[in-house]
């Protein structure tokens, strides 16, 4: 066993610390933080049901930030959208709850191969048990959807299509609209979902245009607190429930609004959206400076996912002969932090089933980290990131056992 305290006494101080492992977790931006603040103690909050002053202010607090998000998504009515609390749980109602509401119409289901595991994992541990069919679509070698098979898979009886506007991981841009305007072609009741936690404030992303009738999209990978995720249901999209008990202002998730965590995701979504061609050229000249600059500068490299149509925040790299966990932490000890490609499921290492999907080898999808920019880094920090990396993946190279076989490429 290790000490969680001697791990940070080995860290030491690092020149500098850049925090790039924005898809699992993010610190909150200080305006948010602040905003937030007078909402756990001091202002609105009451229950926004019950009727008293504490509960009308809270009221009106969720009404203003269903009507923040509801714009930024292109929904016509706050109606339309559900606080729920994180985008998994908003996923599982998606998937379970429309195939539940729909199962007397058909049993097919479809998603695609690439879909995060909160979408993967419920169409086939949850929903295939349950009589359902789930059919997966395949990607190219840069993750975009085979439109094709997508559109051969869609028949009669098929009820639902959950396919992620961005990938969570490689940041691929899918060709969204091209796969609603098939589906609905072929089947105009079945139900689209798409998760858009990856596209919300990234790219331009809007539900009455691309005519999906679920849409999903997370408050931390907006820089807002975790803890709560906003779900669109369309008007007469028909949707379960999962859970019972007393309802709220929320339709589809009972239990009391979560007052502060709603209060920063608004938040978090204004400062984003305020400017959001300034906040995303800066994103990706930032990523480009990131990526190409790592391509360049070390060798034996594969770039996962596209260099056009990718999301502006994302880099994703495979390091051939280097194993990506490692890669976490020896960065880790020089303030650079990132995530693997690598899931640690059941304490055995696996492959990521996004890098298995577009064609990595195990040993490629191993060496690959992921790293997310946002609109709070600058320039230096990317610089950092430029001048710690090369060495750390050096390093590990002379150690790694993948050398010299078949890993030495
Ligand atoms: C981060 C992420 C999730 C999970 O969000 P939580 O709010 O932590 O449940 C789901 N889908 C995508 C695409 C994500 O990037």
């Known amino acids: 066993m290790f000490s969680v305290e001697e791990l940070l006494k080995a ?3 690092p020149e500098r610390e850049v925090y790039l492992d924005l898809e699992n977790s993010a610190p909150v931006a200080r305006e948010v933080l602040e905003a937030m603040l007078p909402y756990f103690a001091e202002r609105a909050y009451g229950n926004p049901s019950i009727t008293h002053k504490p509960g009308w202010m809270a009221y009106d607090v969720v009404q203003r930030a269903l009507e923040e998000i509801r714009r930024h998504l292109g929904a016509s009515r706050p109606e339309e959208i559900n606080f729920i609390p994180g985008a998994t749980e908003a996923n599982n109602l998606a998937l379970m709850g429309a195939a539940l509401a729909n199962r007397r119409r058909g049993r097919r289901i479809i998603v695609s191969r690439i879909e995060p595991l909160n979408v993967l994992h419920v169409a086939l541990n949850l929903l295939r048990p349950r009589g359902f069919e789930v059919v997966e679509v395949p990607v190219d070698g840069e993750g975009f959807i085979d439109l094709d098979a997508l559109g051969e898979a869609v028949n009669r ?25 098939l589906v609905k072609d072929k089947n105009p009741d079945a139900v689209f979902h798409t998760d858009a936690s990856d596209a919300y404030g990234r790219i331009p992303f809007n539900v009455g245009e691309l005519g999906v009738d679920m849409a999903t999209v997370s408050s931390y990978k907006v820089l807002g607190p975790r803890g709560v995720a906003a779900l669109y249901v369309g008007e ?6 999962l859970l019972e008990g007393q309802l709220g202002t929320q339709r589809l998730w009972p239990g009391v609004e979560n007052v502060p965590l709603i209060v920063g995701f608004q938040k978090a979504s204004e400062l984003l959206f305020r400017d959001f061609e300034g906040n995303t050229s800066h994103m990706r000249r930032l990523r480009n400076r990131l990526m190409e600059g790592l391509l360049k500068s070390i060798p034996e490299t594969l770039l996962n996912g596209p260099r056009e149509r990718r999301a502006p925040d994302n880099v994703n790299i495979s390091f051939l002969g280097c194993e990506g966990e490692a890669l976490t932490i020896e960065l880790s000890l020089h303030g650079v932090y990132v995530s693997s490609g690598s899931a640690c499921t059941r304490r055995l ?6 890098l298995t999907a577009i064609g990595r080898r195990p040993e490629e999808a191993h060496g690959s980290i992921l790293m997310k920019v946002s609109r709070m880094y600058c320039d230096e920090d990317v610089d950092y990131v430029l001048r710690v990396l090369p060495g750390a993946v050096e390093r590990l190279r ?12």
């Open 11 to 13: 860290h030491g101080e």
């Open 157 to 181: 009886e098929t009820i639902l299509v959950s396919i992620s506007a961005v990938n969570h991981e490689i940041g691929t841009i899918q060709p969204l609209r091209e796969a609603v305007e």
């Open 236 to 241: 007469g999209v028909e949707v379960e429930r």
């Open 349 to 354: 290492l696996q492959p990521s089933h996004v």
């Open 398 to 409: 002379g150690l790694s056992p993948l050398k010299g076989e078949g890993g030495d490429v």
